[in-house]
């Protein structure tokens, strides 16, 4: 964990140190306040010892006065520090939590396909909050609480000393030994906190998930379960954070017994020294206000370093994901992706998911530039995987994927990404309007562009209809629209991206009768010039395909036309035809 916090640290001061001006002037301002309210108790004992002068009223009223001014400018200058300090921090602060947040939405959006299949959603969302959250409670003690603490008690402490040196040193030491004894107490009580906090990330993806289902809970009738699991869940959360809270009650039950046996015994030599003439009425004031001011600021540190250890705790979870290396890397030096033609060959390809058995074993396929190649095969042959291995969704285990001959693994991930156009089954969209979720496929595209590419995919009927047309908001993940108003906005995005690769996973299967007819012939002149898979679970619509390859447990069994395969008696697509009459097969 210690290795976590210095990451945390080190993560807090790159953003921090690339404002040097901020930092240096509210460090003074924050300097200078603290000494000049440290400085006011001398004059109010000055004010304690002017009252016991024998001289007249009126001389005694003047010097007061004389004092009331000079306490008045101190506060004044006080005043004006801390106002810097505030206007300083009111930028600084809320800054750097923008660049925390920037550096991790960067970093995790780069982690892999796999990566997001295993986490949920809503507790990465509450991951990046708690690290912004995080910085801001570590700023807040740091700068506002342990910084002006041990400026505060190193001037208590010096004045006591040369004050009254049995004092000064009696204080000195019970105050190292009640610093121990909290910040070992906060290192006991971090462990809780870490639990609490990771039974949070429980909770918010819980929620989550089960938002995100909430249509499957209300038509299988489980919402009784779910509430248990979720009750069960929270009833966790809360006895954590109720153990978490019952020991910090603990920890100041204890300072606060501390510090009575520490003020009677002040009080009590303060009067002993009082009565042997060592110290004055005024010095008697001067060490009662910094007693008060001792204990203010000693009782804070117990719940300064808990609270600092408790946003370590919340930033632990989010550090995790920052180390974790990015499962899909560009190599060194990697060069650009170039398509010149669009072959794409598969040289002897394995592939498996983590520690299963292989998926693709050795698998070769040569597609030549513009060719339209068709995958078919049952659920689990392996369709789909190709087409995720192309797009470096996942990386294989052996042989090469290489693109114009150059393999896929050598250039960039964004240039090869940028080369290929992606229509999938179940399209997901941006809660944006529909203008800027077809702008997505091209982003530099002109409104008449969006446009056009929507009214080839079909799309311009429907959005018409909607009183915002193009500035409607389809809702989180589009659920606004239907499965095929959904589909054919990804076909837009698809004829506006102008990509030299195609992918089409089962790109009509939300489509009724009729707009699958225009879909489809829209779909031919998108793939026209451009060399296209399509993944075919709907059998009549690949029969114009150049080839069909037909794929079972990883591995090639038939590859030719649609006539070619139907010629063969035992092949498993004449079966597979036969079984469907132009219906579906399952994927």
């Known amino acids: 964990m210690a290795l976590r916090i210095r990451s945390t640290l080190r993560l807090y ?73 505030t206007f300083c921090v009111s930028y600084f602060q809320p800054r750097v939590m923008k660049e925390v947040a920037d550096e991790t939405f960067q970093y ?42 041990f400026l505060r008690v190193s001037i208590i402490f010096g004045v006591l000393v040369w004050l009254q040196p049995w004092i000064g040193f009696a204080m000195l030491v019970w105050t190292f030994l009640f610093l121990y004894f909290n910040y070992r107490f906060s290192l006991y009580k971090w462990k809780y906190d870490i639990a609490r906090a990771r039974l949070d990330s429980k909770v918010s993806g819980a929620l989550a998930d089960v938002f995100t289902n909430h249509a499957n809970v209300k038509l299988f009738v489980t919402a009784k379960r779910e509430h248990r699991r979720f009750f069960q869940l929270t009833q966790q959360w809360f006895k954590a954070t109720r153990l978490e809270w019952d020991i910090g009650s603990v920890a100041e039950a204890i300072q606060s017994f501390l510090m009575i046996m520490l003020e009677i015994a002040v009080l ?17 004031a001067w060490i009662q206000l910094y007693l008060i001011e001792l204990f203010r600021q000693l009782w804070n540190f117990g719940r300064i370093i808990r609270d600092l250890y408790q946003s370590f705790a919340d930033a632990d979870e989010t550090m995790e994901l920052l180390e974790t290396p990015h499962d899909i890397q560009d190599v060194p030096l990697a060069s650009t992706l170039v398509v010149t033609q669009g072959a794409i060959d598969f040289d002897r390809v394995t592939f498996a998911y983590q520690d299963s058995a292989p998926v693709i074993h050795e698998l070769s396929l040569s597609i030549k530039p513009g060719e339209k190649i068709a995958l078919i095969g049952p659920s689990g042959s392996g369709k789909s995987t190709i087409t995720k291995l192309l797009m470096r969704l996942y990386d294989y285990q052996s042989g090469i994927l290489s693109i114009d001959g150059q393999d896929i693994r050598q250039v960039t991930t ?52 909607f009183p915002d047309q193009y500035q409607t908001h389809v809702g989180e993940r589009g659920v606004k629209l239907s499965g095929g108003e959904r589909q054919r906005v990804a076909i837009a995005r698809a004829f506006l991206a102008e990509r030299p690769l195609l992918i089409l996973d089962e790109a009509t299967s939300s489509l009724d009768s009729e707009s699958e007819q225009f879909i489809q012939e829209a779909l031919e002149k998108l793939m026209k010039g451009k060399t296209t898979l399509v993944i075919a679970h709907r059998l009549s619509t690949i029969m114009k395909m150049d080839r069909i390859v037909v794929l079972h447990n990883g591995g090639i069994i038939e590859e030719g036309a649609h006539d070619d395969l139907l010629s063969k008696k035992s092949g498993l697509y004449k079966k597979l035809w036969d079984l469907q009459v132009g219906g579906y097969i399952n994927d």
């Open 414 to 465: 964004d240039s090869l990404r940028s080369q290929i156009a992606f229509v999938p089954q179940d399209p997901i969209l941006f809660h944006r309007s529909l203008l800027e979720n077809i702008r997505y496929g091209r982003l530099n595209a002109t409104d008449q562009e969006v446009i056009a590419a929507a009214k080839l995919a079909h799309c311009h009927e429907f959005i018409t209809r």
């Open 268 to 284: 009590y030599l303060s009067v002993h020294f009082w009565k042997k003439g060592v110290i004055q009425i005024g010095d008697f």
């Open 13 to 85: 001061w790159q953003h921090s140190k690339v404002h040097p001006w901020v930092l240096l002037l509210k460090t003074i301002s924050l300097v200078a306040g603290v000494l000049l309210s440290m400085l006011i108790p001398y004059y109010f004992k000055q004010f304690f010892d002017v009252l016991t002068l024998a001289e007249s009223p009126d001389m005694i009223a003047d010097r007061l006065i004389h004092l009331v001014w000079i306490i008045l400018m101190i506060e004044l200058f006080e005043w004006f520090f801390w106002r810097i300090a």
């Open 108 to 149: 995790l959006l780069g982690h892999s396909f796999q990566f997001f299949n295993e986490h949920f959603i809503g507790s990465l969302v509450k991951k990046v909050g708690r690290l912004m959250r995080s910085f801001e409670v570590f700023h807040d003690k740091l700068y506002w609480d342990l910084i002006p603490l």
